[in-house]
Structures are given as structure tokens and as C-alpha cells.
């Protein structure tokens, strides 16, 4: 913000005073703020910058988390690579790595020509400095627990420590319009460790999903003050550095197995993303002991109640039948529309009867074994019939509204038993 845009009114100096932090915070009243809209950097990589909300926000300070090897510096180094490469000034500052390391990094990702800064430091208040010196555009601080500031006694990825790291970025973000990316390492339990107390004062939060051992990897907005939240990037890891993923439905069915039971197609909603993944049941009996129940990629909770209803609703022999569920792609579905596509896999598994090659199916399912309605139903339609699933399971109570997209067939359920007699109908014509 320049000085002439800062006091459009002049307001008695002592009682701006009274509400300045630090001594040169201006005070303003809420119609005195230009609203002009925020200006944002560009990353090069559009599936960085949707997540961001359109990119990366001049002043902002947005971290980074994920697993150790999951990609964060990859990622970062190539958006640190394309925005020098359109002149600006970014400084890349590694507490981990030296700078051979990094240098060897960037080989690899082609970006040793783009003309970043790299500096090998943990000295909170000297990396500040120097970026402020160069006067730079962007700042990466890779990662947050490895950073020391002056004056804090504790080790580094302490908590204090890293709080206080992270405000005297914050600080300096604020104050010069320099952006800041922190990347934050997340202990196994899920919780990041240091940086999950980082949370509520930087500006976006975005973790990486997905595991090492598939080549897919998911970066969800978890929190975004300039942005919607729960969009999602998709990303390959390749020989060299991360690939955007730009049509995630095809890949997504990419393996899938034609004509095998015990498999449906549903459409997620991620974000403002419609994505077709495939749902993968498998039923067999159960040969010694409890019958087991294992979910990957769904809540195993939610399998329990909707094997209950199956049995319960749709007269369905579950208590000595081993039950495993697979989402393709290493996904996770956390939406209740995945209801009906799980059901319908096991049902499909369970008679060993193919649900169809063209066949998805989108529903919540309640404990009455009735299908209610989802939201984005249009989208989530068109979304599968541009995929070629023309055969498409839906609430009923969802269909008044939907424009049935070109030869395409909607089939409304409204319940569980409903939904299974339409598999049934398979079953005696194979
Ligand atoms: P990295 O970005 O260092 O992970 P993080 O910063 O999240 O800890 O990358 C981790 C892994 O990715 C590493 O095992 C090597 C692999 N990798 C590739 O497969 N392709 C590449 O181009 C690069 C740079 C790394
Ligand atoms: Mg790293």
C-alpha cells in the first residue's frame, strides 16, 4: 500500500495511536479501506494456483503441509523456478538442505536456468533480512521446524519456536507485500507437528494427500482467506518433478477392470471438481471367526452402518461375509453420496453379477435404508455422462431438477432396496 492511499481523511494522530500495534499500524474506518481487489502471483502451475483461489496473494503467507517425501519441495521449487523465470525476485531458503542439494533438485526439475535465489539457513531474521534486502517477490521457507529465531531459547520445531518464526514472517509479509510459502512436515499421527498451532495465523493452509507408494498426489485447501476451501489439485510425481493431473476422471478409471463385479463408478465432488472414481467391493465368506471389515479410503464407521442397512433393509446376509472396500487411486471419499456406489459395490461383489461398465450411481443413504438427495447432482451428472456413464443411479427426489444430458439414462431410487433390485435384474439376465 503506498503512503497517499493510506490516510485519505485526517484523523486526530493521538487516537490512531491508541489502536496502533507496534507503533505504525494505521487505524482506518471500514468504508475508508481501498477495496480494490487483491493482486496475485501466478505459479505457473494451474492446479497450485485454483487451489490458491487464482494464485499466490501478494502479502500472504499460505503453508504447506504433507509427509515427509510426499513432494512439498518439488512442488515449490517449481513455482519458485516459474515465477523468476517471469522476472521476479524469489528467494527459496532451506533449513534442511544445503545448496548442492537444492542445485541437484533443480537439475532434475530443469529450473537451474530460472534464476532464483536459494540460501541454506535456519536463522529466522537473516533469511527476513536478506529477502527485504533484494526487495523479493516471494519467500519460501522450507520447512517452518527447522527455523530459529534470536532470542527464542527452545530447539527448533519446538512450538514456541515455530510460532515464533512464523510471526516474524508474518510481520514482514505484511508489512513489504512479500508473499511467503512455508512447508511444514506432518508427524505420522496425521497432526502436523509445530505448524498445526500455525493454522489460524496464516493466510491458506494446503496438505498434500496420498502416500509415497502411489505416483498421485492430492493438495487440499483446508483453509483460505482469499479463496474457497476444499479444492483440490492433482498432481503426478514423475522422474521430473510433479506433474499436473488435468483430467483427474480419466485417470482415475484408467485401470479400471470392464466387466468385473463388485466394482461402481461414482462421482466425488472435490471442491468445485466433479471426479469420477471407482469404488471397489470385495465379499467373500468368512472362514474363521468374525467376519472382517476393512476400509481403505472410506470411514470404516460408515461401512459398518451401511453394511447394517444392507442387511437390515435389503435382506442381504452380512454376518458371515468378509466385506473390503477399495477406492481406486489411493482417494478418499469423506461425501455420504458415496452411500449408494459402496452398497451397490457390495451387492454387485456379493452376487458376483457385473453392475454394468456404464453404470454410476450417486446417493446418501439413511439408516431406513432410504436415498436422499445430494448436492452438485447436475454437475456429478454430466460430469459421468461425459465419461461415458450413460447408466446413471440417482435419488429420486434429485431428479426433477437435472437436465438429462444427451443419451444419457437417469434411473431414480428412493430406497436401498430399490436400488439393489435394479442389480438383481442383471443377475437373472446373465
Ligand atoms: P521432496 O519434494 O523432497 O519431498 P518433501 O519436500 O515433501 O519431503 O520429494 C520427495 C520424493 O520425490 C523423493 O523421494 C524423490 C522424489 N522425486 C521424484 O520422484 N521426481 C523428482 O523430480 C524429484 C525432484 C523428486
Ligand atoms: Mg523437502
Not at 274 to 290: E, H, I, K
Request: charged share 20%; glycine share 10%; with cysteine.
Amino acid at each position: 500500500m503506498t503512503e497517499a492511499e493510506k490516510t485519505p481523511q485526517a484523523i486526530d494522530a493521538s487516537k490512531r495511536n491508541r489502536h496502533a500495534s507496534a507503533g505504525n499500524a494505521e487505524l482506518f474506518t471500514i468504508g475508508e479501506i481501498p477495496d480494490d481487489a487483491v493482486s496475485r502471483i501466478s505459479s505457473g502451475i494451474d492446479e497450485l494456483d485454483r487451489v490458491l483461489g487464482g494464485g499466490i496473494v501478494e502479502g500472504s503467507v499460505v503453508l504447506v503441509g504433507g509427509d515427509p517425501g510426499i513432494g512439498k519441495s518439488t512442488l515449490l521449487t517449481q513455482a519458485s523456478a516459474n515465477i523468476a523465470r517471469h522476472g521476479e525476485i524469489v528467494l527459496y531458503a532451506s533449513g534442511e538442505e544445503s545448496t548442492r542439494q537444492i542445485k541437484l533438485r533443480a537439475n532434475r526439475l530443469g529450473a537451474e536456468d530460472s534464476g532464483f535465489y536459494v540460501l541454506s539457513e535456519n536463522d529466522m531474521e537473516a533469511i527476513i533480512n536478506r529477502a527485504q534486502e533484494m526487495n523479493a517477490r516471494l519467500l519460501v521457507i522450507d520447512s517452518i521446524q527447522t527455523m530459529l529465531l534470536n532470542g527464542v531459547t527452545s530447539a527448533p520445531g519446538s512450538v514456541s519456536q515455530v510460532k515464533e518464526s512464523a510471526m516474524a514472517l508474518l510481520r514482514f509479509a505484511k508489512q513489504t507485500g512479500c508473499s511467503a510459502i512455508l512447508v511444514g512436515h506432518v508427524t505420522k499421527e496425521g497432526s502436523l507437528a509445530g505448524p498445526r498451532v500455525l493454522e489460524h495465523m496464516v493466510d491458506a493452509v494446503l496438505y498434500f494427500e496420498g502416500d509415497r507408494q502411489h505416483q498421485y498426489r492430492m493438495l487440499r485447501a483446508v483453509k483460505n482467506r482469499f479463496g474457497s476451501i476444499n479444492e483440490l489439485g492433482m498432481f503426478e510425481m514423475t522422474g521430473d518433478g510433479m506433474r499436473e493431473v488435468k483430467n483427474a476422471s480419466e485417470i482415475l478409471l484408467a485401470e479400471r477392470a470392464e466387466g468385473a463385479s463388485g466394482s461402481v463408478v461414482m462421482c466425488a465432488m472435490e471442491g468445485s471438481r466433479p471426479m469420477l472414481t471407482d469404488v471397489q467391493a470385495l465379499v467373500a465368506t468368512t472362514v474363521f471367526g468374525n467376519p472382517r471389515r476393512m476400509a481403505s479410503g472410506i470411514d470404516q464407521g460408515r461401512l459398518a452402518l451401511l453394511l447394517a442397512v444392507l442387511e437390515k433393509r435389503a435382506g442381504f446376509r452380512m454376518y458371515d461375509q468378509d466385506v473390503y472396500i477399495n477406492i481406486a487411486g489411493g482417494m478418499t471419499l469423506t461425501e455420504p453420496a458415496a452411500d449408494l456406489s459402496i452398497v451397490l459395490a457390495v451387492a454387485s461383489s456379493g452376487w458376483n453379477v457385473c453392475a454394468g461398465t456404464n453404470l454410476a450411481a450417486m446417493g446418501e443413504i439413511g439408516l431406513s435404508g432410504e436415498v436422499r438427495a445430494i448436492p452438485h447432482a447436475q454437475r456429478r451428472v454430466d460430469e459421468c455422462a461425459r465419461m461415458g456413464f450413460t447408466r446413471i443411479i440417482l435419488p429420486r427426489a434429485n431428479l426433477k431438477q437435472i437436465k438429462v444430458p444427451e443419451g444419457a439414462e437417469l434411473i431414480g431410487v428412493s430406497s436401498v432396496a430399490e436400488a439393489v433390485m435394479l442389480l438383481k435384474r442383471n443377475k437373472q439376465d446373465g
